[in-house]
């Protein structure tokens, strides 16, 4: 089969990978349907953060081609949603509601198990991972959705949840990739009355204000942080999203959180230090982390399908898997938000 190959920073082709192969009984085979770039994988692309060599990607939607003795959740012929790791189901980490640290577990595109940006994945433990979406003949508007559920906009829902947005709040969202589009969807889903999107460019703050941002901030650093205070009557927000994962956005972060909240933190970090002083002489929490995915998957799901969200609106470049060469450095150019990736048919 075709599948994207990690070569080291710089360096993704399009390559042959053996079709997989049903290892375990729990496992399914997935034809790939939709995938796409992760803003993650950029940080591999770049040479910023390691990525063993070999098959990437982490997102992706499919059909199911076959299944293992033991398999029951899923048939043939099931269109399913993959969480970008996949998961037992059992152990302690599972049953405590954190699937994405699985004591057994492991991400796409490592761990042995090919990428979501190929033609087909080998899915372990596929009654625990994935998620059958029910009906037939979803518009390509849907599917796009859809695949964001494997991570994008479970992850910025994540860090709405994890800073405990709630009805009424004011919300601040640090980062305008996908993630912090995909959070300030979350934040207007949980009821945030006003939220102020940092942002520079107009495409992106355009997206944000059609997500439900109230106010958009092309100010960074200091200047974005005496505007916001400036804009709360110099108290803060009740919730700070940081979607980036660098030193300036998690500082911004906590210096705009108001006395007593919790800063909702899901970018991967490079370079970031946690300002203690802040955490403890102004009361501010710090959660987040690596989406539970699979979690949330069943809560945002009927959103999707009933339109009340739409979180296909962060790609605004999509190829096939010939194009995804520059897939990657539309992305990393700037060029664009989100990269979706068509590999197969959802028939």
């Known amino acids: 089969m075709r599948a994207t190959i990690y ?11 053996p079709d997989p192969q049903i ?9 790939v349907v939709l995938g796409c770039v992760c803003g993650s994988d950029l940080w591999y692309y770049r040479g910023e ?5 070999g098959p990437i990607g982490h997102e992706f939607i499919g059909v199911v081609e076959e299944t293992g003795a033991e398999v029951r959740g899923v048939k043939r012929g099931t269109l399913v949603i993959a969480p970008f790791t996949f998961c037992d189901g059992t152990c302690s980490n599972c049953a405590a509601g954190w699937p994405s640290n699985c004591l057994n577990g492991g991400s796409f595109g490592n761990h042995g198990v090919d990428g979501g940006q190929g033609e087909a994945v080998r899915v372990p433990f596929a009654d625990a991972t994935l998620v059958p979406v029910p009906g037939s003949g979803h518009s390509d508007e849907t599917l796009a959705s859809l695949v964001t559920l494997s991570d994008v ?3 910025g829902h994540h860090a709405a949840v994890s800073a405990g947005v709630k009805d009424g709040d004011s919300v601040a969202v640090v980062g305008d990739g996908a993630v912090g589009l995909c959070a300030v969807i979350a934040a207007k889903r949980l009821g945030a009355e006003r939220i102020i999107a940092l942002s520079r460019n107009p495409a992106r703050q355009a997206l944000a204000r059609e997500f439900g941002a109230t106010d958009i901030l092309a100010e960074r650093g200091d200047e974005a942080t005496a505007k916001i205070l400036d804009m709360t009557g110099g108290i803060g927000v009740e919730a700070a999203l940081e ?16 006395v007593g909240s919790i800063v909702g933190a899901i970018g991967a970090p490079h370079d970031v230090q946690v300002p203690i002083d802040t955490v403890i002489f102004r009361n501010i929490g710090l959660r987040g ?16 399908l009933e339109h009340k969200i739409n979180p296909g609106r962060v790609f605004d470049y999509a190829t096939s898997l010939d194009g995804i060469v520059d897939a990657y450095t539309a992305m990393n150019e700037r060029r664009a938000v989100k990269s979706l990736i068509r590999i197969g048919t959802a028939n």
Not at 49 to 53: K, R, V
Request: charged share 20%; proline share 10%.
């Open 7 to 17: 070569g080291g920073p710089g360096d993704i082709t399009l390559g042959e990978r």
């Open 23 to 31: 290892r375990q009984p729990t496992d399914a085979v997935v034809r």
């Open 49 to 53: 953060s390691p990525h063993a060599l």
């Open 153 to 155: 906009m479970c992850t």
């Open 243 to 258: 979607c980036v994962g660098t030193g300036q956005s998690m500082a911004t972060a906590f210096s705009i959180a108001r």
């Open 289 to 304: 982390g690596v989406s539970p995915v699979r979690r949330y998957i069943p809560e945002l799901l009927p959103d999707v």
